[in-house]
């Protein structure tokens, strides 16, 4: 059975040469090709290809008749007639080039005869850097070395290793491109000072190299093997005494550790002689994951240094907490008799925690006397207490862990904003990044002893309460860069605490990590018709789409189908929820167009949603009942002055037309001239006290009046009577009071005040001499009052005169009547007389009564 296996064996390895070799006498079963000197050339060298026929393979008996083509990769180089074609080929590059003979007959297709491949290269380079390692005392000694340059030629390297009692070791590569070599064998440390020698040389068709000896000892050569089985122990569960444990070779002298906390970048080193796998850590931090690496060598100042070990991740033991918490708080009144105080304080770090923190310890605590002790236990970093307005409180909380409590912080509950002379001025907000926001602040007037920033998101999605957050500030810092809890595109308010004692002072702003316009405008989801305009009602646009702080909102209206540009209202936007705007401007009876924008730092939104209103309401009567109100109320004022109620009639009067010439009634029939008499005797006054000479109703004397009378005098009236007849009816009544008696100088200072009304002539006596116009006046009886032909019109200013008067000073002084008219006076003329030079008292009497 053996022996027929064997036999199998052998007929296929026959089988295959034969066919291999068919195959190549196929390929080049017309010609050669031969190659001088050598299919393998060093770089430089020139090669010579010969190619030939064989007998009877040509295109035909001629032998002119056939064309042999030389290839170069494809490239024709050469072509000859004939059987054979000869050509020299120089400067080929480094590597394999192929070479290919064909022969073309008269048709178009070529035969291939043969081809060859030329190798270029050079001569190995001497190798370099020979060094040899032995991994462990137990493991084998491997040597590496630069090959230098390529030869682009298989290259053979040879390690020999030479050492004391004749050892002698060879060892050759069998690969490409090799640069190390693994010898197998192992060496002893017997002697660790005895020396060995490495050499390596290389090998190719062009020549050979060999590397300069490395000499070295067993104690240069051996690399340790990396400490194992590392572990770290804690005397009594504490950091203060740790001891670290490893395993190494029997012959390591000197050993390196390396360890630092988990989330440290540098590295703490320490070197340890003679360690025998163990040393004592005094620096490390509680509740710290650490992780630590080591590694050995054989001696101080030979040999090499083993590869790190595995690395050893541990966290260290708890202690008592180390740091105190940074405490904030924030008070609400809740009614005039209520508080709400709500505490915040931030996690202490690691170091300062110093383990797991368990729970918090929290003491509000009345600081007048201490009657009230409030104490509760937590796991937040918040509580909330609802305590009297009444009192001081103050605060305390320190953290726990299973150690121990830290120190309590203690702060005293004031009004953060209670102070005014300690708020920050001209304090503003901007953006740097989009990560956080600059606050600056100007110090206020009085000393401070820190400043606290404090920010939150003014609108959290989902309408859930934001997380406060704050730092402190020494008194000497005018800004603060904020980035804990900075999201961009979102608004935030800020305020600055100015501290100083048990007082502070805030003020507050509203900042963003950088803005854009906002996404879209506010939803206008009614409009309702008010007494002052119409009321428009909006939704507030979500926060993830305010894109910033709002700065203003804006209301655009115009009427429907009109082309014209929309007016607009800015309102600026108010911390206090804000989501209706009362406008006054519009017209009733219009249908109108409304929508609504916001505005942030870094422009405009788009529109929001278009409403239609049509306001049905009347028109709007302020504008003329205010007008109308403050008129009526200086008329009353006006006329409740005597001065101006003896004028307006007079002014009325001036402004009837000419063109009116209403019949002015007779006295003589009228009541009062019948009643007068009657009057007279009842009022029991002496004439003699009216006028300096006194006449009885049945002897008149002519008097000539000479002098206009321009007003008159307050004395001859009765407080309750009108100051003026009204026009057309005449005088319908007689006055008496106190003041009606006069003595005859006020009688002609007070006459004088007449002519406002009418304009008399005024008459002397038959004793009275011109430029005397204090002569006496006499008052006629009511029987010798004339009809009304003996009434003079009102414009009395066109009759001619026929007398000059005697000039008074006084009426000099005194404003000269104007008569005017607002129609035209061309067809008036004033009535003439025809009762000569003078006038006399037979043909016009008139009682006092009669001048009013």
Not at 440 to 463: I, K, S
Not at 497 to 510: E, H, N, P, W
Request: net charge neutral; hydrophobic share 35%; glycine share 6%.
């Amino acid at each position: 059975m053996a022996c027929a296996v064997r036999g199998c064996s052998l007929a296929f390895i026959c089988i295959t040469t034969w066919l291999l070799v068919k195959a190549k006498i196929d390929v080049c079963k017309r010609g050669g090709v031969t190659v001088k000197p050598s299919h393998v050339i060093s770089l430089g060298s020139a090669v010579n290809i010969s190619c030939s026929l064989k007998p009877k393979q040509g295109c035909s008996s001629y032998s002119s008749s056939n064309k042999l083509i030389l290839y170069k990769f494809y490239r024709k180089i050469h072509f000859h007639h004939g059987l054979t074609l000869s050509s020299q080929v120089t400067d080929l590059p480094l590597g394999t080039t192929v070479f290919v003979c064909k022969l073309a007959c008269r048709s178009s297709d070529e035969i291939r005869i043969c081809g060859a491949e030329i190798s270029v290269g050079v001569v190995p380079e001497q190798p370099q850097n020979v060094s040899c390692t032995q991994k462990g005392e137990h493991g084998t000694v491997a040597c590496t070395w630069d090959r230098g340059r390529d030869t682009h030629l298989y290259t053979a390297y040879t390690v020999q290793l030479n050492g004391p009692k004749n050892l002698t070791w060879q060892k050759q590569c069998t690969y490409h491109f090799c640069d190390h070599l693994d010898l197998g064998i192992n060496l002893i440390p017997e002697s660790p000072e005895s020396s060995y020698t490495a050499m390596v040389t290389a090998i190719n068709r062009l020549g050979s190299s060999s590397s300069l000896p490395s000499t070295f000892t067993f104690l240069d050569i051996v690399k340790p093997l990396p400490p194992w089985d590392i572990r770290i122990k804690f005397l009594n569960a504490s950091v203060r005494r740790c001891t670290l444990y490893w395993r190494d070779e029997g012959m390591v002298l000197l050993n390196q550790l390396k360890y630092r906390a988990n989330n440290g970048r540098s590295w703490n080193m320490v070197n340890v002689t003679n360690a025998k796998g163990r040393y004592d850590l005094l620096d490390l931090k509680p509740y710290t994951e650490y992780e630590f690496q080591i590694a050995s060598k054989l001696h101080l100042h030979k040999g090499s240094w083993s590869d790190w070990s595995q690395t050893l991740r541990t966290k260290t033991p708890e202690e008592e907490p180390a740091g105190m918490l940074d405490v904030w708080y924030m008070k609400q009144h809740i009614d005039y008799n209520r508080q709400q105080i709500s505490l915040f304080w931030k996690n202490l770090s690691v170091s300062e925690a110093r383990g797991k923190i368990l729970h918090y310890q929290v003491t509000l605590q009345e600081m007048a006397g201490g009657k009230a002790t409030l104490q509760n236990i937590t796991e937040h970093t918040s509580w909330t207490w609802v305590v009297p307005r009444a009192g001081s409180w103050a605060v305390t909380v320190s953290a726990a862990n299973s150690k121990g409590s830290s120190l309590p912080t203690r702060i005293n509950i004031t009004d953060l904003c209670g102070a005014g002379l300690l708020a920050p001025r001209r304090v503003s907000a901007h953006s740097e990044d989009v990560d956080n926001i600059v606050v600056t602040w100007e110090p206020p007037g009085r000393a401070v002893q820190e400043y606290v920033v404090e920010w939150q998101e003014l609108h959290p999605e989902g309408g859930t309460q934001p997380p406060l957050n704050w730092l402190r500030s020494p008194s000497s810092s005018v800004s603060a860069l904020i980035s804990e809890n900075i999201k961009p595109h979102v608004c935030y308010e800020i305020h600055v605490y100015a501290l100083s004692g048990d007082q502070a002072g805030c003020s507050s702003i509203r900042g963003s990590s950088k803005c854009k316009a906002p996404l879209n405008g506010p939803h206008i989801n009614a409009i309702t018709e008010e007494k002052r305009g119409i009321l428009i009602s909006w939704n507030r646009i979500p926060a993830q789409e305010q894109m910033g702080c709002i700065l203003h909102y804006r209301i655009y209206w115009k009427e429907r189908d009109s082309d014209s540009q929309p007016r607009l209202c800015e309102i600026p936007y108010k911390r206090v929820s804000q989501n209706s705007h009362l406008i006054n401007s519009l017209q009733p009876g219009v249908t109108y167009i409304l929508w609504m924008t916001a505005l942030t730092a870094a422009g405009e939104s788009p529109g929001g949603n278009e409403r239609e209103f049509y306001l049905q309401g009347k028109a709007n009567w302020s504008a003329f009942v205010a007008p109308s109100i403050c008129i009526a109320v200086i008329t009353v004022g006006i006329f409740s002055v005597c001065y101006y109620r003896q004028k307006v009639p007079v002014l009325l009067s001036a402004l009837r037309p000419q063109w009116y010439s209403r019949e002015i009634p007779d006295p003589a029939n009228s009541t009062w001239a019948k009643k007068y008499p009657i009057m007279e005797e009842k009022t029991h006054l002496p004439v003699d006290r009216f006028l300096t000479a006194a006449h009885t109703p049945e002897e008149p004397e002519t008097v000539v009046i000479d002098e206009v009378i321009h007003q008159v005098a307050p004395a001859f009236r009765h407080p309750h009577c009108p100051k003026w007849p009204e026009r057309g009816q005449g005088v319908r009544g007689h006055c008496t009071s106190e003041e009606d008696i006069a003595p005859p100088r006020a009688l002609t200072a007070e006459a004088r005040q007449l002519g406002d009304l009418y304009k008399v002539l005024g008459g002397r006596g038959p004793d009275s001499k011109p430029g005397n116009p204090g002569s006496p006046l006499t008052v006629l009886p009511v029987d010798f009052l004339p009809t009304h032909e003996g009434y003079l019109p009102s414009n009395i200013d066109y009759l001619p005169s026929h007398e000059a008067p005697v000039p008074d000073p006084l009426e000099e002084l005194e404003p000269q009547h104007i008569s005017f008219s607002v129609f035209p006076s061309s067809s008036l003329h004033p009535l003439s007389f025809s009762c000569g030079e003078k006038l006399t008292l037979d043909q016009l009497k008139m009682g006092c009564g009669s001048l009013m």
